[in-house]
T-cell receptor
Framework: QKEVEQDPGPLSVPEGAIVSLNCTYSNSAFQYFMWYRQYSRKGPELLMYTYSSGNKEDGRFTAQVDKSSKYISLFIRDSQPSDSATYLCAMNFGNEKLTFGTGTRLTIIP | NAGVTQTPKFQVLKTGQSMTLQCAQDMNHNSMYWYRQDPGMGLRLIYYSASEGTTDKGEVPNGYNVSRLNKREFSLRLESAAPSQTSVYFC????????????FGPGTRLLVL
């Protein structure tokens, strides 16, 4: 069993829809939780990070962490074609190493 | 600031050839990392360097060597390339004080024939 599980998709939604992306994890010691966006043939770029449980909002993006369920989510409101990308969740124990999910490919249909 | 830069962008090698992937960051970060990304496998850590002069193995170090030349530069060497090393390689550096997040370079696409 992988430490971090992420549905690979692909996920296609119409423009303007709310998108929900999710990851589950097995190690309760993870402390920091991140979401990266990766456009085709580019490097991952950090969208948001959170520490421990709770919500964090940044514009159209909201990250949620539920440590009791070992479940993290990224919500995208009013989705745009420019949001089409692969979204990677990542987490760590507060040390050097990040553990990544395999990524979910998202397409926003105009 | 250029951030994290990687060279080359793309390379084709024959089995058994050697090459060095170069990475440099201009953000004065202490920690730097090398990952490979393969379909369905996500990003896997090859080696990392917590500071100048130190390196440590990650999840998939076999077949690779690294050098932390100075604070800015961290190179990855394939001594005898194998088809299994066909992948996209990313270098990253760690952003202090931001939840251990990492800043990634644009990647090097490597094809080993």
């Amino acid at each position: 069993q992988k430490e971090v599980e992420q549905d690979p998709g692909p996920l296609s939604v119409p423009e303007g829809a709310i998108v929900s992306l999710n990851c589950t994890y097995s190690n309760s010691a993870f402390q920091y939780f991140m979401w990266y966006r990766q456009y085709s043939r580019k490097g991952p770029e950090l969208l948001m990070y959170t520490y421990s449980s709770g919500n964090k909002e940044d514009g159209r993006f909201t990250a949620q962490v539920d440590k009791s369920s070992k479940y993290i989510s990224l919500f995208i409101r009013d989705s745009q074609p420019s949001d089409s990308a692969t979204y990677l969740c990542a987490m760590n124990f507060g040390n050097e190493k990040l553990t990544f999910g395999t990524g979910t490919r998202l397409t926003i249909i105009p | 600031n250029a951030g994290v830069t990687q060279t080359p962008k793309f390379q084709v090698l024959k089995t058994g050839q050697s090459m060095t992937l170069q990475c440099a960051q201009d953000m004065n970060h202490n920690s730097m990392y090398w990952y490979r990304q393969d379909p369905g496998m996500g990003l896997r850590l090859i080696y990392y360097s917590a500071s100048e002069g130190t390196t440590d193995k990650g999840e998939v170090p076999n077949g690779y060597n690294v050098s932390r030349l100075n604070k800015r530069e961290f190179s990855l060497r394939l001594e005898s390339a194998a088809p299994s090393q066909t992948s996209v390689y990313f270098c990253a550096s760690r952003v202090p004080g931001q939840g251990e997040t990492q800043y990634f370079g644009p990647g090097t696409r490597l094809l080993v024939l």
